[in-house]
């Protein structure tokens, strides 16, 4: 499966922003999706989850109730909609994907495709 990133952009304190992951070369159906984010000198770090087949989404407590994720079959995509956007929250946006609804989602080496990222910036 490819995925690719796009929504990143500029934005003011208090914003919002919604990320999509656009998947293809399979259908999502039993696959565990994941969004991460990367700032400059800092680990890759969990934000946020998803199970395809049963909707079950798990958050990262730092960004839990300010962050939604979400799924769309018919467009075999994941969003990452964020609210009340902080500058602590610049970061690489990333989308990871793995073909299993198993496993530890908050652990980057779980997932085995990664998006090319996109650029999530804001200015206080």
């Known amino acids: 499966v490819l995925l690719v990133e796009s929504g990143g952009g500029l934005v003011q304190a208090g914003d919002s922003l919604r990320l999509s992951c656009a998947a293809s070369g399979r259908t999502l159906s039993g696959y565990t999706m994941g969004w991460f984010r990367q700032a400059p000198g800092k680990e890759r770090e969990f934000v946020a989850s998803i199970r395809w087949t049963t909707g079950f989404t798990y958050y990262s407590d730092s960004e839990k109730g300010r962050f939604s994720i979400s799924r769309d079959n018919a467009k075999n995509s994941v969003y990452l909609q964020m609210n009340d956007l902080k500058a602590e929250d610049t970061a690489v946006y990333y989308c990871?994907?793995?073909?299993?609804?198993?496993?530890?989602?908050?652990?980057?080496?779980?997932?085995?495709?990664w998006g090319q990222g996109t650029q999530v910036t804001v200015s206080s």
């Open positions: 990871a994907a793995i073909r299993t609804p198993f496993g530890n989602i908050v652990n980057p080496g779980f997932y085995d495709t």
